[in-house]
């Protein structure tokens, strides 16, 4: 029971570490990838708190080193899914009985977890599973993730602090209640603070979560698991299964109790689980909530008062940091033609710097792309480039499988703003760019508006602040993150909330208020303390 308006911690930002030669930071992080390498992992399920193997076992490795094995973990099946699901359900009265403070300091221990004992072993993990540089998994897996709880946590207060007004002689009360049922949380690969902030922002709301990682991410998801089990989660308010994705969907959509969903992957996805909602609506006990961050087609649009040298930068980390595979990385850029000689010299120099290679060199920028099937997709999309007499390869173009799935940073010139790699989300290490006159700069913004269906993230370069005032009224809807004079990545909590709209998701701004929002069900509760004792009104009255 609350006795007390608790105040919770003030978040800030947790502060990235930079890994410099020498630093206790880097030896710690050296000695947990060697660690990690020695051994391979057994990685069971985690239904209701307890251990689940099943003897199914499917090989992790290194994306950039596929030789190499990492782990084993056990793979469920649709029996799995309906105990995770029994495991929620169970646990979740005591869960949203309990006393909202106690609910927060659990994960709030969880992010401290996370800034300490256990930073390099889930850095390590993301670096090894997911081929993400040091900078990108400290960024990602420790500081991100640790953003989320914190601030979330510091959300929910005010959140709960929203009350409506009272009248006299009446006490108007406003509980945001869990959703009835339970929460589905389908997170991706590349992000593993997305991983942990999917099923976490729900479960701190109350709700009960049935979690299923994509396989790609499951070496690091089950570092989070381990976080939360340590900072005291009870069993079966966040079960993680490791099963097939419409083998899961066939029981969790047609289940009764399925309160809502948490997702981030690819768009197509996302609308075929909204039409399989859709099409089973009548079965559920309330309607779902459907919360989604999907794909990106993000751009880079240049004017010509833009600095040479800080496109050619935010151009270089905003595509090919973790090799291009973020929705919001920057994948098609419109250069005006005066600029245009100047900045190729430029960034054709600067990616001839960035060596590749496997993570545990700290020199290298580009590791390898998640999968073979990930590479396969982006080497169709190069090799179609280099046999199309209207796209000029400027840089990269190679790629080779034979250690890991490595592709070489590239940029395509192309002469047709509609060509395919201008349009079609790749996710990968290609940047398209559209060389424009500088006279016809209103028809490329609308060029910017109308080429993709997403609108996730996106940027304008200018010195000219009637250029920036312009573009930004009217791009208002190509990007739910926009970006003036800086790449269209990078999204800090509490910072820049994240998430886009169209083909992009549904905008409820994960690292914000918003998000949590959607993981209750408010309840208005009206007490007037001298109820009325007769029917009649004043007007009634004779005259």
């Known amino acids: 029971m609350t006795y007390g308006f608790y105040n919770v911690p003030v978040p800030v930002n947790?502060?990235?570490?930079?890994?410099?030669?020498?630093?206790?930071?880097?030896?710690?992080?050296?000695?947990?990838?060697?660690?990690?390498?020695?051994?391979?992992?057994?990685?069971?399920?985690?239904?209701?708190?307890?251990?689940?193997?099943?003897?199914?076992?499917?090989?992790?490795?290194?994306?950039?080193?596929?030789?190499?094995?990492?782990?084993?973990?056990?793979?469920?099946?649709?029996?799995?899914?309906?105990?995770?699901?029994?495991?929620?359900?169970?646990?979740?009265?005591?869960?949203?009985?309990?006393?909202?403070?106690?609910?927060?300091?659990?994960?709030?221990?969880a992010a401290e977890l996370i800034a300490g004992p256990y930073r390099a072993k889930i850095n390590a993990a993301t670096m090894l599973g997911q081929s993400k540089n040091v900078y990108q998994a400290e960024i990602d897996s420790a500081c991100e993730l640790i953003d989320?709880?914190?601030?979330?946590?510091?959300?929910?207060?005010?959140?709960?602090?929203?009350?409506?007004?009272?009248?006299?002689?009446?006490?108007?009360?406003?509980?945001?209640?869990?959703?009835?049922?339970?929460?589905?949380?389908?997170?991706?690969?590349?992000?593993?603070?997305?991983?942990?902030?999917?099923?976490?922002?729900?479960?701190?709301?109350?709700?009960?979560?049935?979690?299923?990682?994509?396989?790609?991410?499951?070496?690091?998801?089950k570092v989070i698991m381990d976080v939360f089990q340590e900072a005291g989660l009870p069993n079966g308010v966040i079960n993680l299964i490791y099963v097939d994705g419409p083998l899961a969907g066939e029981v969790i959509f047609n289940h009764a109790d399925f309160g809502g969903i948490h997702f981030t992957g690819s768009t197509k996805v996302f609308q075929n689980i909204w039409g399989?909602?859709?099409?089973?609506?009548?079965?559920?006990?309330?309607?779902?909530?459907?919360?989604?961050?999907?794909?990106?087609?993000?751009?880079?649009?240049?004017?010509?008062?833009?600095?040479?040298?800080?496109?050619?930068?935010?151009?270089?980390?905003?595509?090919?940091?973790?090799?291009?595979?973020?929705?919001?990385?920057?994948?098609?850029?419109?250069?005006?033609?005066?600029?245009?000689?100047?900045?190729?010299?430029?960034?054709?120099?600067?990616?001839?710097?960035?060596?590749?290679?496997?993570?545990?060199?700290?020199?290298?920028?580009?590791?390898?792309?998640?999968?073979?099937?990930?590479?396969?997709?982006?080497?169709?999309?190069?090799?179609?480039?280099?046999?199309?007499?209207?796209?000029?390869?400027?840089?990269?173009?190679g790629y080779d499988d034979s250690k890991g799935y490595f592709v070489e940073p590239t940029v395509l010139r192309v002469s047709d703003p509609a060509y395919q790699t201008m349009c079609e989300e790749i996710f990968g290490p290609v940047l398209s760019i559209y060389v424009y006159k500088p006279e016809e700069f209103d028809e490329v913004i609308k060029l910017v508006d109308q080429t993709s269906p997403y609108a996730l993230t996106g940027s304008i370069f200018a010195k000219e602040r009637e250029v920036i005032d312009k573009v930004t009224k009217l791009l208002w809807h190509a990007a739910g993150n926009f970006y003036i004079n800086d790449k269209p990545t990078g999204a800090v909590v509490g910072q820049q909330p994240f998430g886009g709209a169209r083909g992009s998701g549904t905008n409820d701004k994960a690292g914000s208020l918003l998000n949590l929002l959607r993981w209750v069900s408010a309840r208005t509760i009206k007490e007037t303390f001298v109820p009325p004792r007769q029917i009649s009104y004043p007007f009634m009255q004779a005259e």
């Open 14 to 109: 947790e502060p990235i570490k930079e890994y410099r030669p020498g630093s206790p930071e880097r030896e710690n992080l050296k000695k947990a990838l060697a660690e990690l390498r020695s051994r391979e992992e057994d990685i069971p399920m985690y239904i209701n708190g307890a251990e689940v193997r099943t003897g199914k076992t499917i090989r992790l490795a290194p994306p950039h080193d596929h030789q190499h094995t990492l782990a084993y973990f056990h793979e469920g099946d649709a029996q799995h899914v309906q105990q995770a699901i029994d495991a929620a359900l169970q646990a979740k009265e005591a869960w949203a009985a309990m006393s909202w403070e106690h609910r927060a300091s659990i994960f709030l221990k």
């Open 148 to 221: 989320f709880l914190r601030f979330n946590a510091y959300f929910m207060t005010k959140i709960y602090q929203q009350q409506p007004n009272s009248s006299p002689g009446v006490w108007n009360r406003q509980e945001y209640r869990p959703l009835e049922g339970f929460i589905f949380a389908l997170t991706p690969f590349n992000f593993t603070a997305i991983a942990g902030n999917l099923p976490a922002a729900p479960a701190m709301m109350g709700n009960t979560i049935v979690w299923k990682p994509a396989y790609q991410q499951i070496y690091s998801a």
């Open 276 to 397: 399989i909602i859709g099409s089973t609506i009548h079965k559920y006990r309330s309607y779902p909530r459907i919360v989604g961050e999907t794909g990106g087609k993000d751009f880079v649009l240049v004017h010509e008062s833009a600095d040479v040298e800080e496109v050619v930068v935010a151009l270089i980390r905003g595509a090919f940091e973790y090799q291009g595979q973020k929705c919001s990385a920057a994948s098609r850029a419109y250069i005006p033609s005066t600029m245009w000689p100047q900045l190729k010299e430029r960034l054709v120099a600067e990616l001839a710097t960035c060596k590749m290679g496997g993570v545990e060199d700290f020199t290298n920028f580009i590791n390898a792309v998640i999968d073979e099937r990930s590479f396969g997709k982006i080497a169709r999309y190069i090799d179609e480039a280099k046999n199309n007499e209207g796209v000029e390869i400027i840089a990269g173009g």
